[in-house]
């Protein structure tokens, strides 16, 4: 087969990718190694910042994001024995969706079939070549034949472990990354929610999120060690954690039968640059942020729209030069919400070896930014979403 761009990797980045191409009348191959259903049972975070929606939308995409989805005007953030709102829409006059990313997941894939797009799940065996000349994907299909899909430009947006990213040789890349020694349970439970918006907790027993999925479905984490194994732990132990968490700030949790529960890891990552020859990074295969922020599938969205439009120029001029753009563009969003990411997640949670002092330092940190307008305004800008840069 050959294609003007080959993507490895059909989850959100990819398959969004594929269609804002498909709307310039560029032809893309997307392989994926999962298959469709097993990428959908899958929990993934649940806030799609104002302008992810807005792509959805506008493309075409998704109206159930809307319909679906919840809208939020602000976040809660608990502690020192109080909760205090940031008001998203009063400080920038923006919101924040809750929107499961295996919804999105499932409107990119329906919006591929749709418009007849060449989607392949459930492949094996995945190698790219040629990423500096003519690049090539090799791997097996589902049904077992050995396929090859040659490209002008290949794209890698396949995830945290992506393969692409160490398609690049050693000499010609950096990383830079940052580990850190807790984790997040996380838990989906049955039960009606315990607050009408997501409610951050920093707390002496550590951090939880209380976020919700629906009237019945809720979505809950505390901060575990990346150690622990989720099956470890009683349904009563979880509950413990969550409850003496949220209760130190003078809330209560409803509860209900947890249906699933897992041990998110947290990391800080880029790889730099996001182009070796015509290879290009997007998304999770370019850099992972720790959860707090909620911007991981924002990140990927906003990387693959300006890909698209670079993507676009590059190709109509038959100019691949001008591809080094898309990173210039990029990594200045990757990089402020690192920046952001890692500020959320050290103001909240407890380092294992964390003393008083520290403690109180954050809850001062934490005082000092709800009782200020420009500390609150920075956090509403950050969660909502900078406005990406122009082309
Ligand atoms: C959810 C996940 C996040 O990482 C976050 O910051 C907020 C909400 C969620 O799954 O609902």
Known sequence: TRTAVGIVGGGPAGLMLAHLLSLSGIDSVVVEVRSRTEIEQTHRAG??????????????????????????????????????????????????????????FTDLADARERDGGDVRFG???????????EPRITFTDAEGRAQEVCCQVLVGCDGSRSLCRRAVPEGERRQFFREYP??????????????????YHHSDRGFALISQRTESLQRMYFQCDPADDPESFSDDRIWEELQSRVGANGHTLRQGPITSRSVLPFRSFVQEPVRHGNLLLAGDAAHTVPPTGAKGLNLA????????????????????GLLDAYGERALARVWKAQHFSYWMTTMLHRLPDASDFDVRRQEGEL???????????YLAEGYTGWPTSRA
């Not at 939308?57 to 319909?67: A, N």
């Not at 809660?76 to 998203?88: K, M, N, P, T």
């Open 123 to 133: 492949v094996a065996d995945v190698a790219v070549h040629d990423l500096t000349g």
């Open 301 to 320: 969205l906003a990387d693959v729209r300006v890909l698209a439009e670079e993507l676009e120029r590059a190709l109509g001029r038959q100019d691949l």
């Open 182 to 199: 807790f984790a997040w349970f996380g838990i989906l439970c049955e039960a009606p929610p315990s607050a009408p918006e997501l409610v």
């Open 367 to 377: 005082a000092g930014l709800v009782g200020s307008t420009a500390g609150s305004t």
């Open 47 to 104: 806030i799609l910042e104002q302008d992810s929606v807005r792509l959805l939308t506008e493309t075409g995409v998704s109206d159930r994001v809307l319909r679906e989805g919840f809208r939020h005007e602000g976040i809660e953030l608990a502690f020192g024995g109080a909760s205090h709102r940031i008001d998203f829409e009063a400080l920038v006059g923006a919101t924040a969706q809750l929107y499961p990313q295996t919804d999105v």
